[in-house]
């Protein structure tokens, strides 16, 4: 009876161990993830550069149109809002855009903090 109960001990110990290690890992995985989201954000980016910079450029049209013409197209490039869209597809792809989080990767669905500022 006494080498049951001392087994039941050991077997204890080692279920607190195997969870303080899983806990480690979740944590790990964690950061792997968000590094990964960021890792492709930021791939898309560059993607996006590479390819402005390696279209041809069409100079001679730009320089043929009027000034005014010119700043039409400018301030279509530009639309306005373009931050709050960017917050929101920060927020699509996953990530806390609240100032208590910001930045993490959202884990557990949607953040009442992030959902309100997208409201205001």
Known sequence: MKDIFLRVDELESHMGTIHADLGTLKLKIKELLEENQQLR???QQLRKVLKR???PATTQEAAEEPAAVKGDK????M???EGYDNLARLYHEGFHICNVYYGHLRMEGDCLFCLS???K
């Open 117 to 119: 500022f997208l409201s």
């Open 74 to 77: 400018l301030s279509l490039a």
């Open 41 to 43: 954000i930021e791939n």
């Open 79 to 81: 639309p306005v809002g």
């Open 53 to 55: 910079e390696t279209e």
